[in-house]
């Protein structure tokens, strides 16, 4: 089975940074867009940030000019580079993407990693 795997998260002070990876693997399949949204007790889940198969990305007013999100197609791999990290920022972060598979676009979502900014 496909599996995205998700890496990176931690404890970190404020004001410090975390790089989470998420990489797909499993049988052959195309990625289109990926993404990486999170979740804090108590509260909705979050589009954080989005990057197409073409490169383009768009980013949520609460994380804009704070976090960067890329990817390395060869690696079948989407990152997200966080930093200038608020308490507020605590939360579950998990990925999905759009996998192309036999002969249909689905959805899958890896089981998160958590991140977490106290001093």
């Known amino acids: 089975q496909v599996q995205l795997v998700e890496s990176g998260g931690g404890l970190v002070q404020p004001g410090g940074s975390l790089r989470l990876s998420c990489a797909a693997s499993?049988?052959?399949?195309?990625?289109?867009?990926m993404n990486w949204y999170r979740q804090a007790p108590g509260k909705q889940r979050e589009l954080v940030a989005g990057?197409?198969?073409?490169?383009?990305?768009n980013y949520a007013d609460s994380v804009k000019g704070r976090f960067t999100i890329s990817r390395d197609n060869a690696k079948n791999t989407v990152y997200l580079q966080m930093n200038s990290l608020k308490p507020e920022d605590t939360a579950v972060y998990r990925c999905n993407a759009e996998l192309f598979i036999g002969s249909s676009w689905r959805t899958y979502w890896g089981q998160g990693t958590q991140v977490t900014v106290s001093s």
């Open positions: 499993g049988t052959a399949f195309i990625i289109n867009n």
């Open positions: 990057i197409t198969s073409g490169g383009s990305t």
